[in-house]
């Protein structure tokens, strides 16, 4: 069982690594799944993450996990959603990060904290940005499998990295590569659609 009072730095950062990843995706999810795990002994919170077993805390993170399962399926009002929850998703799993780090120096903490605060704007963009290559998609199917893949990823990252921290790590990591790749690629397709765009205009003008 994860003790994160002795757990050494590298396995602490890739734990916190995988439930950042996790708030990028869905933070309800994320926050509710951490203090199940902890209500009923399965996890016990660092004391700067204990608020999350309090029930009011459990209790909330589950009704707006409820609400965000089903606003997070409607196309077109999941980008809404996900836009707005740029303000949410980053700064909580930033708190998460610092919470689980009290018991080292202020300048890690704070380091953790930026570094969760990155990891979720990561998540959060390539969610975003999948979504809205599917959401023009006329059927419904393909974003309601995109979502509920989603959560599943959010709440078995969570209980993976409080398990195996370092598999769950590879998982996230691997998903921002791929996301930054798939970024990198959108934007260059963007640059050279211009490009031809401009070419084809100064021909005509000439």
Sequence with gaps: MLNWLQIPLPELFAVLAAIAFAAGLNVYATVASLGLLGRF????????????????????????????????????????WSALHTFVRVPVAALLAYGATR????????????????????????????????????????????????????VGLTWLATRHPYAAASIALTLLVIIMLLARLVVNALRALFRGAEKELAGRST
């Design 103 to 154: 018991q080292l120096t202020p300048a890690q903490q704070l380091l953790a904290a930026f570094l969760g605060a990155l990891i979720a704007l990561a998540a959060h963009g390539g969610k975003t940005a999948l979504r809205a290559a599917v959401t023009p998609s006329p059927e419904p199917f393909s974003n309601i499998s995109l979502s509920l893949s989603e959560d599943a990823l959010a």
């Design 41 to 80: 002994g399965h996890l016990p919170l660092p004391p700067g993450l204990m608020l999350l077993e309090s029930w009011p805390v459990i209790a909330a993170s589950v009704v707006l996990f409820v609400i965000e399962f089903f606003a997070d399926k409607i196309p077109a009002f999941d980008l809404v």
